[in-house]
């Protein structure tokens, strides 16, 4: 664990940093006759040894630890944490959720070309490389994944083999979106046949996992009206079957997405939810007309955003969420960095803010890669961590009765995760993450000092023989 030094120095500490060897500090909390001992062991191991209840003691402690910022944790704790807790993914492209291991099962199966058959040769064909830098190596990368669209029945198993990884990785609900005609295109399916492929893959896999999917269909922007409205009909065809929304995607820079307005409209008078890829390689006011002109329920990325403060505040207003996605908005360009990603901006001022994947394949990213990610790079804590998963909760294009459901799936996932991070803390570390946690709370000066030595009093209480 990587501990900082307090800054507000509200709370009576010892030192600045948790010594390996266990050393005893000044004001430290006495701990007898074996110091070393005790500081060294976890707290599970700590409280298997005395019979103590571990949770009935450490309530102001918990609390502090889910406000404490993530950023405290060592890599290995924060990937297993941020694996742990139950996700959910509203920006995922099918086409671009393929893995390589997938990929090559699904290719080998069904006889398929591919450039590679194992998963390292595979991948740099299909996935960004260090030497891959710019927007034009990104979309390289879906070139052999258009022809291995060859039926149905390959579409149902890649379809399942996508859902079934965003289960390995905990995401509890999965939006995933795909263009029909992208995966039409190299063997001239019929629209009909590629949704039905999609429909079995998604049906499938409710048998086989524990993740709920909805799905949204792509309006490729470069392509004509007449085929836009075709996928537009398309989708409101296939409502209540498991297509809830319409999408806009593909070359934003050269096809803003006003004149879509009157399809989008439509699908929306149809009953589908909208959703549209906007300042993401756009301009902001890209993000008003898609509120404004295409009923935009949610926005693509919206990265660009907070380059027109008025659009940022009608976000606000609008309480229109952003599908951000950290990892692909630095590989696409929509944002020179990570360090300059608006995420916490958007998050801070208001804007119901998401983390998504978008590609994960393409990127070689998983959800919980990127939940540790912002965590560290932006220090959130639990707490926010768990608002960004409950807003995608809010704003998913589900049922009443499913997101009541996926509701408390993440609150006790949450609960459940932030107790075993405290069981595999020493007691110096979770007085070190707690006493953090007290700092970045809420709070006056004198409250935070009552809950520093409550924290002080428990931790106490609980090396007591
Ligand atoms: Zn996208």
């Known amino acids: 664990m990587q501990i900082q030094p307090l800054t507000s120095g509200l709370c009576i500490r010892p030192q600045a940093s948790v010594p390996a060897s266990g050393a005893e500090g000044g004001d430290r909390i006495a701990v007898g006759e074996r110091p070393q001992e005790l500081t060294r062991v976890t707290l599970s191991q700590l409280a298997a040894r005395q019979g103590k209840d571990l949770f009935g003691i450490l309530n102001e402690a918990l609390e502090a630890v889910r406000a404490a910022p993530l950023s405290e944790l060592d890599q290995e704790r924060l990937a297993r944490l941020a694996h742990e807790i139950p996700k959910v993914d509203l920006h995922r492209h099918l086409e671009g959720s393929i893995e390589p291991e997938v990929l090559i099962a699904v290719a080998r199966k069904h006889g398929l070309p591919l450039p590679a058959y194992t998963v390292e040769e595979l991948r740099p064909h299909i996935q960004i490389t260090p030497t891959d830098k710019t927007l034009l190596d990104f979309l390289k990368k879906f070139e052999p994944i258009g022809p291995v669209f060859k039926d149905r029945e390959v579409i149902a198993d890649l379809t399942h083999g996508a859902i079934g990884d965003a289960n390995k990785d905990n995401v509890k609900y999965l939006e995933l979106r795909y263009s029909p005609q992208y995966m039409a295109r190299a063997h001239n ?26 799905l949204t269909l792509i309006v490729e922007r470069w392509d004509s009206h007449e085929r836009a409205r075709e996928v537009a009909d398309l989708a409101a065809r296939h409502r209540d079957k498991g297509i809830v929304a319409l999408d806009l995607a593909n070359d934003e820079y050269n096809f803003p997405p006003g004149p879509f307005a009157q399809i989008f409209q439509d699908a929306k008078k149809a009953g589908l939810k909208i959703t549209v890829h906007s300042g993401e390689a756009g301009p902001a006011d890209n993000v008003r007309v898609s509120i404004e002109k295409l009923g935009a329920d949610r926005i693509g990325h919206g990265v660009r955003t907070y380059q027109d403060p008025a659009v940022e505040q009608l976000a606000v207003k609008t309480q229109t969420p952003f599908e951000l996605c950290p990892t692909s908005n630095v590989q696409t360009q929509a944002i020179a960095n990570l360090e300059s990603h608006p995420l916490k901006r958007y998050y ?17 990213i998983t959800l919980s890669g990127e939940v540790a990610l912002v965590s560290r790079q932006f220090g959130f804590s639990l707490n926010d961590i768990q608002k960004m998963q409950q807003f995608g909760v809010t704003h998913g294009f589900t049922s009443e009765e499913s ?13 459940k995760a932030s107790r075993s991070l405290v069981e595999s803390l020493t007691v110096d570390e979770l007085r070190e993450l707690a006493l953090k946690g007290v700092d970045a709370g809420p709070g006056t000066g004198a409250e935070k000092s009552a809950r520093c030595e409550q924290i002080e009093r428990e931790l106490k209480f609980l090396i007591q023989e």
Do not use: H, M, Y
């Open 189 to 214: 399916l019929d629209l009909e046949d590629v949704v039905k492929g999609v429909f079995e893959g998604v049906q499938r896999a409710a048998d086989d996992f524990d993740t709920r999917v909805s």
């Open 403 to 415: 997101k009541r459901e996926l509701a408390a799936t993440i609150d006790s996932g949450f609960e």
């Open 348 to 364: 801070e001022a208001g804007i119901p803010t998401l983390v998504n994947t978008d590609d994960p394949s393409i990127s070689g």
